[in-house]
């Protein structure tokens, strides 16, 4: 069974500066996913981010990156230049196993602040 | 293209009364799913449907049937609605289930309260 653990409830950043979110997890996959998921007051769950597994390489969307390390079961989310629409709850998910599970983290909420 | 829609946006139920959440998707996904989101939790998975013609269960499927109408549409029922079940409920589909392109696409969500 996949765990997730989101060690930040809440986070805060002034606008147009640079914020990590931590995200660690538990497998025993060698071959799995990963996910950010944003979630804005509007309440839709809105695709940020994916990472392989088999990828050493860390995926880049615009400015969100993630720090995968393997090894160590991590899996943050760096967002630079933040803008005030960037406010929301952040959830870490890992996708894989036998059933193909998408585990979701208890979230990060991320203030934004002008 | 739309993505994923749900109906309702908001339902309020009385305690045994019932209800279907619709939800469709117009980007020829094959795999739908139905979560439930609580207050200070991620989401979890109810039942899903990998292909159509097939549903299996999630995490939490007690109190809930599913119905996969077609390749566009899967519904959830509640038969009999308890407070338990106050959420809001969110709809995803993805290309196919266990491959590569399983990245899951998610509704707006519906906010049902049980009273």
């Known amino acids: 069974a996949q765990t997730v653990t989101q060690s930040q409830p809440e986070m805060s950043v002034q606008e147009a500066e640079t914020v990590t979110l931590s995200c660690t997890y538990d497998?025993?996959?060698?071959?799995?996913?990963l996910f950010w998921y944003k979630q804005p007051p509007s309440r839709q769950m809105i695709l940020v981010i994916r990472q392989e597994a088999y990828k050493q390489q860390n995926a880049t969307e615009n400015r969100f990156s993630v720090n995968f390390q393997k090894a160590a079961k991590s899996f943050s989310l760096k967002i630079s230049d933040s803008q005030l629409g960037d406010a929301a709850m952040y959830f870490c998910?890992?996708?894989?196993?036998?059933?193909?599970?998408?585990?979701f983290g208890k979230g990060t909420l991320l203030t934004v602040n002008p | 293209n739309a993505g994923v829609t749900q109906t309702p946006k908001f339902q309020v139920l009385k305690t045994g009364q019932s209800m279907t959440l619709q939800c469709a998707q117009d980007?020829?996904?094959?795999?739908m799913y139905w979560y439930r989101q609580d207050p200070g939790m991620g989401l979890r998975l109810i039942y899903y449907s990998a292909s159509e013609g097939t549903t299996d269960k999630g995490e939490v499927p007690n109190g809930y049937n599913v119905s996969r109408l077609n390749k566009r549409e899967f519904s959830l029922r509640l038969e009999s609605a308890a407070p338990s079940q106050t959420s809001v409920y969110f709809c995803?589909?993805?290309?196919?289930?266990?491959?590569?392109?399983?990245?899951?696409?998610f509704g707006p969500g519906t906010r049902l309260t049980v009273l």
């Open positions: 995803a589909s993805s290309e196919h289930r266990g491959s590569s392109t399983d990245t899951q696409y």
């Open positions: 998910a890992p996708l894989g196993g036998s059933n193909y599970k998408l585990t």
């Open positions: 980007m020829n996904h094959n795999s």
């Open positions: 497998t025993s996959e060698s071959d799995y996913y």
